[in-house]
């Protein structure tokens, strides 16, 4: 795998994490060794890491585009990191990164899952981008009580839920052996209302900005996804400026870019590819 962790901070200008990156949680790069003249910026989930999207990223690559993932801060260390960042850090994250490659690229185009397709919504009209992809995009989340967490944010640290490890997912990143249950112990085990408040902050914050989104859009959503419905995809899809496509893959759930179902996965890999080389 053509990979460099060597890139640069674009955490710089926001929340300073205190832990260690967990080694599958580094943001990374694939880079050409010949110039090229495009790039993808891919943009992570809520309480996920780069280390996720290396499967679109190998597959990017492979089709001649540069690729950068970035890290959030409070994603991929620890709980304590996670409380004490901010939309605003997330979001200004993936600004900083599309603003550095908008100036060492030609054309610079966006790719977001979950949380990270309303970031890249968000971060494409500001640029004006002119192709975006998203998987699942946290743009409609029915399972988040606003309501609730808005008022439990203030007196409620987190709160346990049940989290396991499943073996049948495969996991693409160079990683630690204990990393999946690390995180798990840390994000994915509890919920946090005053992250879940941030959260929403981006999907209404990316909503606002879909009537003038310009950028060509794909919006990908999955039959047995239970966290996003299709409903955000036919929400985005239907803006009225720009190409767009839905694609709905029966089989495929929230997790895409390393769905249990490779045939799922594949299928929403290559979609991404050829929306990414300009086939509509």
Same mark, same amino acid.
């Given at each position: ?8 901070? !674009? ?10 990156? #967990? ?28 280390? =996720?999207?290396?499967?679109? &990223? ?35 994250? %993936?600004?900083? /990164? ?9 054309? @610079? ?47 409620? #640290? ?12 495969? !996991?693409?990143?160079?990683?630690? %052996? ?19 408040? =941030? ?7 990316? =909503? /606002? ?26 929400? @985005?899809?239907?803006?009225?400026? &720009? @190409? ?32 990414? =080389?300009?086939?509509?």
């Amino acid at each position: 795998m053509h990979i460099t962790y060597d890139i640069p901070d !674009f955490t710089e200008h926001h929340y300073q994490d205190k832990a260690p990156v #967990r080694k599958s949680a580094r943001p990374w790069a694939m880079i050409h060794e010949d110039a090229v003249g495009k790039a993808v910026l891919l943009c992570h989930g809520y309480t996920g890491y780069p280390g =996720e999207l290396i499967r679109p &990223g190998i597959d990017l690559f492979a089709a001649g585009f540069d690729v950068y993932c970035p890290r959030y801060p409070g994603h991929g260390t620890c709980s304590n990191d996670f409380l004490a960042s901010r939309a605003e850090d997330w979001i200004g994250t %993936a600004y900083d /990164a599309f603003a550095y490659l908008a100036q060492r690229y030609e054309h @610079v185009s966006v790719v977001g899952h979950s949380m990270g397709g309303a970031i890249a919504t968000i971060i494409s009209d500001a640029f004006d981008a002119d192709t975006l992809a998203l998987l699942a995009p946290a743009l409609v989340i029915p399972s988040l009580p606003v309501m609730q967490v808005r008022l439990l944010r203030h007196v409620v #640290r987190r709160k346990k839920v049940d989290w396991q490890p499943d073996p049948d997912y495969h !996991f693409y990143y160079e990683g630690d %052996a204990d990393d999946d249950a690390f995180l798990g112990s840390e994000y994915w085990s509890y919920q946090y209302p005053k992250l879940l408040w =941030e959260l929403e902050r981006v999907r209404r914050q990316a =909503e /606002a900005c879909i009537g003038h989104l310009a950028a060509d859009t794909l919006s990908i959503s999955g039959g047995r996804d239970a966290t996003i419905p299709q409903e955000a995809s036919i929400l @985005v899809t239907s803006k009225p400026k &720009g @190409v767009n496509k839905h694609l709905h893959i029966e089989e495929a759930g929230h997790l895409m870019p390393y769905d249990k179902n490779i045939d799922a996965q594949n299928e929403a890999m290559a979609a991404v590819v050829a929306w990414m =080389e300009g086939r509509r």
